[in-house]
């Protein structure tokens, strides 16, 4: 799967829902409450849905955070992938394919979700929120983007005892990926090697950073 590809994975789409207006000031808070770790532990499971809401495909793994700007999210079935950012550059390896995709992170990430739970940016600098109301038990929030060249329409956050538990994206396209959060640690200790990627003997390796 390419670097492109798969950070279109996740980029997803939600049901009609009803929104309030604004974030109340208490609303707020809480969210911007929710992105001031240092650093995030979790296992993930991730699924990609069609415009019916069909399960295309269905991932899982274990993400590190350290903000800003660095992350490591290693895809563990049905396919092993990692993806490694450093704050500077993103590696991305395909296990099965024997290959290495390197980009500038400033060129992979703009504007997309990954980088929403790396960035110190105020959430309100980069994104138009409101509050959503389900009936699951979830605290939910909508962010859209400001810039129009972000690649996807909205993102939704549900929050689970003041912790982060869903990440629902839609894009231009009709497609959704959802993730769900389990085992969430917030600013435990993070080894700095943890965001440092060596590319293993004898794949194939496409730097498109020596391009720029």
Request: glycine letters at 6%.
């Amino acid at each position: 799967m390419s670097l492109k590809k798969l950070f279109s994975c996740f980029t997803v789409a939600v049901l009609a829902f009803a929104l309030m207006p604004l974030v109340h000031a208490e609303g707020e808070a809480e969210l911007n409450a929710l992105f001031s770790y240092k650093t995030l532990k979790a296992d993930f499971t991730q699924e990609i849905l069609d415009q019916q809401r069909n399960v295309q495909q269905q991932m899982r793994g274990r993400l590190v955070i350290q903000r800003p700007g660095k992350f490591r999210w290693n895809y563990q079935a049905p396919y092993e992938q990692e993806i490694v950012a450093d704050g500077k550059k993103v590696w991305l390896y395909d296990v099965d394919l024997e290959q290495v995709t390197v980009k500038s992170q400033d060129q992979a990430l703009a504007g997309s979700p990954a980088s929403l739970l790396s960035t110190q940016s105020k959430l309100e600098s980069e994104f138009k929120i409101r509050m959503v109301q389900r009936n699951d038990g979830l605290q939910w929030f909508e962010l859209t983007p400001k810039a129009k060249e972000s690649g996807f329409e909205h993102i939704l956050l549900g929050l689970k005892q003041k912790q982060l538990y869903r990440l629902e994206i839609k894009d231009g396209f009709g497609q959704q990926t959802d993730i769900q959060f389990d085992n969430v640690q917030t600013n435990s200790v993070v080894s700095a090697d943890t965001f440092a990627f060596t590319i293993p003997k004898g794949v194939d390796v496409i730097d498109e950073t020596a391009k720029r």
